[in-house]
């Protein structure tokens, strides 16, 4: 399932937004919560939802009732947005604009970068991408470069 940052968002069958971000577990690589917002940027309007309520339809992502998870925390999170760069060789080739995840598990499948918004947009598969970094998906990486 291929998420993409500006989609229109509904919940209960009203539009109520438009994806802003993703909160994924950084052991597992699993998107968590689905971010959203009137205006489709992050900030304290935003609201977040769990990504098992999540699921496409036409073209937008529909937000089914849910109930709680009885997972515990994770010990690290990572935030994805538009303001996400995309680095290959310590270069910047891009920034972040979605993410294409498995549909039943949340499982992080590829990033989806475009240098430009002219450009045709890329597709980072994510057994080659690194996360360490806030705010930088490192392409083509095989070992983390945190600090």
């Given at each position: 399932?291929e998420?993409?940052?500006?989609?229109s968002?509904?919940?209960?069958?009203?539009?109520?937004?438009?994806?802003a971000?993703?909160e994924l577990?950084?052991?597992?690589?699993?998107?968590r919560?689905v971010i959203?917002?009137g205006?489709?940027?992050?900030g304290?309007?935003?609201?977040?939802r769990?990504?098992s309520?999540?699921g496409?339809?036409?073209g937008?992502?529909?937000?089914r009732?849910?109930?709680p998870?009885?997972?515990p925390r994770?010990d690290?999170?990572?935030l994805l947005s538009?303001?996400?760069?995309?680095?290959?060789?310590g270069h910047?080739?891009g920034?972040?604009i979605?993410?294409d995840v498995?549909?039943?598990t949340g499982?992080?499948?590829?990033?989806?970068?475009?240098?430009?918004w002219?450009t045709r947009r890329?597709?980072v598969?994510a057994t080659?991408?690194?996360?360490?970094v806030p705010g930088?998906v490192?392409a083509?990486?095989t070992?983390?470069?945190?600090?």
């Open positions: 399932m998420l993409i940052f500006g989609t968002v509904r919940e209960h069958g009203h539009r109520t937004g438009r994806l971000g993703f577990d950084g052991a597992t690589r699993r998107v919560k959203f917002s205006d489709g940027e992050l304290n309007h935003a609201m977040a769990p990504f309520s999540v496409a339809d036409s937008d992502v529909e937000i009732p849910h109930t998870s009885e997972e994770p690290s999170v990572i538009h303001t996400t760069r995309i680095l290959r060789a910047g080739v920034r972040l979605g993410v498995a549909p039943g499982e992080l499948q590829a990033v989806v970068g475009r240098k430009n002219w890329f597709r598969d080659s991408v690194d996360l360490s930088e490192r083509g990486a070992s983390s470069r945190a600090a």
